[in-house]
Each structure stands twice: as structure tokens, then as C-alpha cells.
């Protein structure tokens, strides 16, 4: 596929797809495996469009409005991609029209990957417990208190993973910036934007893509 001057080239976009496609399978948050592009120095990206590569078309908006909400507070404008095509997330033809269209200078893209399993180790304990009695004789009822051995055992929760990636669209159109999250948390609304809000879009910020916050 050509590539178009200083615009994101189809080898790039379709590179990003089918990473996504293979690992998506589809405890407390931690943001990992960041990495940015050394050499990209271009100027804070002021338009953007965001992608966020979901079967499910709720959820696809969910992290597509988070994302464009927590960078309009920055002063980037940004464009969810269901706006332009609601029924699906675009393909790499669509994408690059929407670039000449509308001036992208980067693209936000999401993506939920496989889940994982977190495992740990609950020690044993004991705990003392009341049972009520009844004397056999008189009829009269009593408390007696007895130790009840809790034993050692290990617990498994559901690890949900995301990945989400910044393109460039400038010369060679290229990826700047990546960075993984992993959650046992409920994955809902409030968890989407928050997350957003205070972790990925700050982040991604101090590496010098995004503008910073404004002062208040």
C-alpha cells in the first residue's frame, strides 16, 4: 500500500491492526511497559483521532469518549471514531481518508488484549466461634466458645489488560508512544474514565505528546 507524504503510511496503520488482532483475546491498576519513540520531537499533538478497537459498539464509545474528553481538557481536539463510522471501527483506507480530510496530526488507538489470571496465596488462621447449647437435663440454654482452623489457600482473579498506542502521522507515519494497563477492577463507566482521565492521558503527556494540563 502507497504511503502519502507526511501522513500515516498503510504499513504502519495495518502493522498496529494486526498486533491488536492477535493479542486481543476479544488486584489493583498498574500502568506498564511504556515506551516512547526517542527521536520524535514534533510539537504537541492539537488533533487527533481515537480509535478504540472493540466488537462491542457500548464499549468502543466508553473508551472513545474518555479519551476525547480527557483531551480536551489538555486543549487537544480530539474526534472519536464512532462519529464518523458508528457501526465499526475503521479500516486502514478509512483512516487515512479521515487524515487528508481532516488534518490528523495522531492517532489514539486502544485496544483490550488477552486477560489474564492473577493468583495469590491466602495464609491459614483460626478464629474463635460461639455455638449456642442446650443442656440435655435442665433445658437451659448456654454459649460455648471453641478455636475453628481456617486453612491456608490460594485465590485466582480475572486480569483485564488494554494497550494503547499513539501514531504520528507525520513523516513515515509511525508509533511514538505505547504503554500497557492491567486491572482486577470492574471495568465499568466510571472505571473507563477515571483511568483515562487520571492515568493513561498524564501519562502519555509527561513524554511530551500531549499538552500539559492547564494551570488552574
Not at 5 to 16: D, E, F, K, P
Not at 26 to 49: F, G, H, Q
Amino acid at each position: 500500500m502507497r504511503s502519502f507524504g507526511n501522513r500515516i503510511s498503510r504499513g504502519a496503520w495495518l502493522l498496529m491492526v494486526a498486533l491488536a488482532a492477535v493479542l486481543s483475546g476479544c488486584a489493583a491498576s498498574s500502568l506498564n511497559n511504556m515506551w516512547r519513540e526517542p527521536t520524535y520531537d514534533a510539537p504537541d499533538m492539537k488533533n487527533v483521532l481515537v480509535v478504540a478497537l472493540r466488537p462491542d459498539p457500548v464499549r468502543r464509545r466508553l473508551w472513545e469518549d474518555a479519551f476525547v474528553r480527557a483531551l480536551k481538557s489538555r486543549g487537544t481536539n480530539a474526534t472519536p471514531s464512532y462519529s464518523m463510522w458508528a457501526n465499526a471501527a475503521p479500516d486502514t483506507q478509512q483512516v487515512i481518508e479521515a487524515i487528508r480530510a481532516n488534518g490528523y496530526d495522531g492517532v489514539v488507538v486502544n485496544s483490550r488484549l488477552a486477560d489474564g489470571v492473577e493468583t495469590s496465596w491466602v495464609p491459614g488462621y483460626s478464629r474463635r466461634e460461639a455455638v449456642t447449647r442446650q443442656n440435655p437435663w435442665t433445658g437451659a440454654y448456654y454459649t460455648a466458645w471453641h478455636d475453628v482452623e481456617v486453612p491456608a489457600r490460594t485465590e485466582t482473579q480475572t486480569v483485564a489488560n488494554f494497550q494503547t498506542d499513539v501514531w504520528s502521522t507525520g513523516p513515515g507515519g509511525r508509533m511514538v508512544w505505547s504503554g500497557s494497563d492491567r486491572t482486577t477492577n470492574n471495568v465499568d463507566a466510571d472505571f473507563i474514565n477515571n483511568r483515562v482521565l487520571k492515568v493513561w492521558v498524564p501519562e502519555i503527556a509527561k513524554s511530551g505528546i500531549f499538552p500539559p494540563a492547564p494551570k488552574k
